[in-house]
């Protein structure tokens, strides 16, 4: 495997050289400290819990959770909710298997279950979307590497497999209905064997995800891809590169991140010679959006980008130190929550980003938190290394 698409592995195994480094510590970081003195007092104030883990996670030692990686999040309603993701296989981490984990009574009880398939062995889920209770896809690899999509119409009790046809990594899968959909994805830089960050594809589907056509080839690799309605969308990915399309997806014109490579102060400067991608895009409507921003490298600085007009204009709504932001997610014009891999804390908005509080995850490790997802603000997730998280409000 490519080493940007085992980054859920790598990260694991940092986990454990920082436990041994550092142990656990509680300590809020600097950049929350500062920020609880500048934030709005919340009516409801949150903590996040661990609301499950696999049971096979049991027998590993808290520093080895991270193996156990819940990638991202469809939250259908308040009831139900499905993750995918990745865990160890019966020989332990030298194997993974892709599992979907599903909830149908607001997270109750959860269902576990490895996406299985004939001479087909899934050993990553990236990306998870269901249009209602019954019918969603799932994206990743198989042990060789190549992208797969698989599709449920009885809400993951059973899925049928697809290759993609497209030599890219799927990182993101969008629906807006039974038959209409978009994937994106990511490949090695022209010239390397491995990585991310080079050449990819924008896919649509007329007819469920059977077939796959490539809307327009870009220069770099994607990471989301976001529709408001059938004719107004986003997608980011690396080198700070945001697209925009609004007549459906027929073309697509680059806005200005203001992350992008030499955009990011005066040359020769530490901050000059970070590379910066887009991880999360969010709107809640045709004006007012947010995206999430990690440096490509190791995730040590981070950004929350905010427009209000389309993205014409974008700008640095906050600036993380020593942590990446890997995604930014608002239910309204102002309530909204970040996630970073400095996962101690979650943050959460409500004044639309002008200010954010960190609201604790109650957990045994230090986790990254790799997306979010809510049906309101009393039913919301978050998915990463090790558990499923719920927000508790007191």
Not at 135 to 152: F, H, M, P, R, Y
Not at 312 to 331: K, Y
Request: aromatic letters at 10%.
């Amino acid at each position: 495997m490519t080493k940007i698409y085992n980054r859920f592995v790598l990260i694991a195994l940092g986990l454990i050289a920082a436990f041994a480094a550092v142990g656990c510590n509680g300590d809020q970081p600097a950049d929350d400290r500062q920020n609880a003195n500048q934030q709005v007092k919340s009516e409801k104030p949150g903590h996040w819990v661990a609301q499950y883990r696999s049971p096979a996670s049991k027998a590993y030692e808290a520093s080895y959770l991270a193996f156990f990686s819940y990638n991202d999040i469809s939250v259908v309603s308040s009831k139900v909710v499905f993750v995918a993701g990745e865990i160890p296989g019966p020989k332990g981490p030298s194997e993974f298997l892709g599992v979907v984990v599903r909830t149908t009574d607001g997270g109750e009880t959860w269902t576990e279950s490895p996406v299985e398939q004939p001479g087909l062995k899934v050993s990553r889920l990236n990306s998870i979307f269901f249009v209602d209770p019954n019918l969603g896809w799932v994206v990743g690899i198989d042990s060789k590497d190549a992208g797969v999509i698989l599709k449920t119409t009885d809400g993951g009790a059973t899925w049928a497999a697809s290759k993609i046809g497209f030599k890219q990594i799927p990182t993101r899968v969008f629906f807006h209905d039974a038959n209409a959909g978009w994937m994106v994805g990511a490949n090695p830089r022209l010239g390397e064997d491995e990585g991310g960050g080079g050449p990819s594809d924008i896919l649509s589907t007329t007819d469920g995800g059977a077939t796959w056509q490539s809307k327009r080839r870009i220069s770099v690799s994607l990471h989301d891809i976001f529709f408001l309605d059938r004719m107004t969308g986003w997608a980011g990915g690396t080198d700070g590169a945001i697209y925009h399309t609004t007549d459906g997806g027929q073309s697509w014109n680059t806005q200005r991140s203001e992350v992008e490579p030499g955009t990011m102060g005066p040359s020769l400067t530490p901050e000059s010679r970070m590379k910066f991608a887009i991880r999360g895009i969010r709107f809640v409507d045709k004006e007012h959006g947010w995206a999430s921003v990690a440096e490509e490298e190791d995730d040590e600085a981070g950004r929350i980008l905010a427009t209000t007009n389309g993205g014409e204009v974008w700008t640095r709504q906050r600036i993380v130190d020593g942590s990446g932001v890997a995604h930014v997610f608002f239910l309204d014009g102002s309530t909204g929550w970040a996630a970073t891999n400095q996962g101690q804390y979650i943050h959460y908005s409500q004044d639309g980003g002008l200010s954010w509080t960190g609201e604790r995850v109650e957990f045994e490790q230090k986790t990254d938190i790799y997306r979010l997802g809510a049906a309101s603000a009393s039913h919301a997730w978050a998915v990463g290394g090790g558990a499923i998280f719920y927000r508790v409000t007191e």
